[in-house]
């Protein structure tokens, strides 16, 4: 018996409207099922595979982490030991013997022993303090056309042009004022700005 019913639906695969005469038909035609068909093993196989490549992964950092286990089960570490465990160079351990950062004993050549302890110390101490560089301001004054020049005779002066002196002054954010159609710039601003672009603050 043949069903009279038409329902609108959207394909599952093309994303197109369809009209349908079951409330559970998935896709507009056969061409559009055999597709998704075909993409959802696709897909399918991707995630296995990714899962084996996953799972040989986690198989080869524990073969890695083998010999640090080991390595952190002694006492006494070599340097190459400790470079093992801190995840560096020997020679980074080395210097840190040098400065005083790591203490070990030297038992003769090639023979320096780091105690397990003293790897343990190097994350009890006081992180370095990173000073902070001081941001250079210049005092803020009122603007007057005394402490300020103007754009004719900065171009003129200092032989730029008009283009590159409002380019600076909105990239520094240089203090400025305007009288009827002249713009008067800060002085001091365009001096510190130039002398530092043309070799530095004298």
Request: proline share 3%.
């Amino acid at each position: 018996m043949s069903s009279n019913i038409s329902i609108t639906r959207i394909c599952e695969h093309c994303s197109k409207e369809f009209t349908a005469k079951t409330t559970v038909t998935r896709f507009c035609g056969d061409e559009c099922a055999k597709r998704n068909y075909k993409l959802r093993r696709k897909n399918a196989k991707q995630q296995k595979m990714q899962g084996k490549i996953d799972e040989s992964n986690k198989q080869t950092q524990a073969v890695r982490d083998i010999p640090k286990n080991q390595v952190w089960d002694k006492e006494f570490l070599t340097v190459n030991d400790a470079a093992l465990v801190l995840g560096c160079s020997s020679k980074a351990i080395h210097l840190m013997i040098a400065t005083g950062r790591l203490k070990a004993i030297n038992l003769g050549v090639r023979k320096t022993r780091v105690l397990r302890s003293e790897i343990q110390r190097l994350f009890e101490l006081p992180a370095l303090a990173i000073k902070p560089v001081p941001k250079i301001t210049l005092e803020e004054e009122p603007l007057t056309k005394e402490n300020c020049y103007t754009v004719e005779y900065i171009t003129s002066s200092l032989g730029v042009t008009r283009d590159s002196v409002y380019s600076m002054v909105n990239r520094k954010k240089i203090p400025k004022f305007q009288e009827g159609k002249e713009i008067y710039i800060s002085k001091k601003h365009i001096d510190r700005a130039y002398r530092l672009m043309r070799g530095g603050e004298k």
